[in-house]
């Protein structure tokens, strides 16, 4: 595991989402110890794992490790990238989930972000998509396009182009 002096250290699983994207966003790296450690089922869940990974595809150049266990996690932000973008979210939480995090990173990206999220669309715990759609769209310009038909399931594809006008 990495160790860095300037590096922020956290323990616990709280926050883990915010952490990473203030974490992105400042760029400085962060250790988060402790994840559900005394937990029957210790370390990071699939949601949280998947949420890692979307990080990963949105940036250029962030390390990763997360120790055996899960229990562990050091995180070295890279450039927000963005571009097209691909992402199958994990099924116990919804794409709004993934969104919120993504709303917040999108506009310091270096090219627009065009990404397709694959999912579920609402749960009892998230924001659904249909909500978050209708905030953003009305404070960002977002350009957003529902496929006919795409609801399958519960699963949803939505795909949001962020494009921002330079004044």
Request: aromatic share 8%; proline share 4%.
């Amino acid at each position: 595991m990495a160790t860095q002096a300037h590096s922020l250290s956290y323990a616990g699983c709280n926050f883990l989402r915010q952490r990473l994207v203030l974490s992105t966003l400042s760029g400085r790296p962060v250790k988060i110890r402790k994840i559900r450690a005394r937990d029957d089922n210790p370390g990071l869940r699939d949601f949280e794992a998947s949420f890692i990974r979307l990080l990963d595809k949105i940036t250029n150049g962030s390390r990763i490790e997360i120790n055996q266990t899960g229990t562990t996690l050091y995180y070295q932000p890279g450039l927000l990238y963005g571009g097209s973008v691909e992402h199958d979210c994990n099924v116990l939480r919804s794409i709004g989930y993934y969104l919120e995090s993504l709303l917040c990173l999108a506009p310091f990206m270096k090219h627009p972000l065009r990404i397709v999220l694959r999912g579920v669309t609402n749960d009892q715990v998230d924001p659904s998509v249909s909500s978050e759609s209708f905030v953003s769209c009305s404070s960002l310009a977002l350009e957003k396009q529902v496929p006919e038909k795409a609801q399958v399931c519960c699963v949803f594809v939505l795909l949001f182009t962020v494009r921002f006008r330079h004044l």
